[in-house]
């Protein structure tokens, strides 16, 4: 028997054939095209749950600080602002960076005389803190009956590391993102 030579076609043919039949290397490509998708949902995932931790310190932190004020407590302590901020970092727990937090206290008579404060000021920087450290926060938050807004606003450098969820504060999602926490209340009648 003699071979006789393929045309161009026939070897073509053959060799589509002979990949066709070769199932070597089929894992690998796969998973080429799915780590990536996985890879990024699984950070996206992180990232969200760091962000719920955060954002949930911070909640639990304000109304646990804020009960100092709603009581009257900080006032019979005359609690100094830097001391009510100590108190709202405490009770946020670990997670939060008290450097990166600012605490804004307003009071009314009224509801309507409250509106929530900015967290970013005219620079598009964190907002300071209401009041300097030495100064009584009962100064901010007013007396009995009267209506508090206790206004956490805190930098959250985490969100450079997962800029792909576009939490920053600039144009390009850099920079911090800014996590709220509010609690709203009237004070009790305490005097």
């Not at 039949?21 to 080429?32: H, K, L, N, Q, T």
């Not at 600080?65 to 009770?91: D, I, P």
């Not at 509801?111 to 901010?140: H, M, R, V």
Request: with cysteine; proline share 3%.
């Amino acid at each position: 028997m003699s071979l006789v030579p393929l045309s161009k076609s026939g070897r073509a043919r053959f060799a589509l054939r002979r990949l066709h039949r070769d199932e070597s290397g089929v894992a690998a490509i796969e998973f080429a095209i799915v780590a990536l998708p996985f890879l990024l949902f699984t950070l996206g995932l992180i990232g969200l749950g760091l962000y719920f931790l955060a954002s949930t310190s911070l909640e639990y932190g304000v109304e646990k600080a804020s009960r100092k004020l709603l009581t009257g407590e900080a006032k019979k302590e005359s609690m100094t602002a830097g001391q009510f901020r100590q108190n709202v970092c405490l009770a946020s727990g670990t997670y939060i960076d008290c450097s990166k937090l600012s605490v804004l206290v307003q009071s009314a008579n009224n509801w309507d005389g409250l509106a929530p404060q900015p967290c970013l000021d005219e620079d598009n920087k964190l907002a300071a803190s209401t009041g300097a450290d030495e100064e009584l926060i009962s100064k901010y938050s007013g007396g009995a009956e009267k209506v508090v807004m206790v206004t956490l606003c805190y930098a959250w450098e985490l969100a450079n590391t997962f800029q792909f969820l576009g939490l920053g504060i600039e144009d390009d999602g850099s920079g911090p993102a800014i996590i709220q926490a509010a609690a709203a209340f009237k004070s009790e009648p305490y005097e």
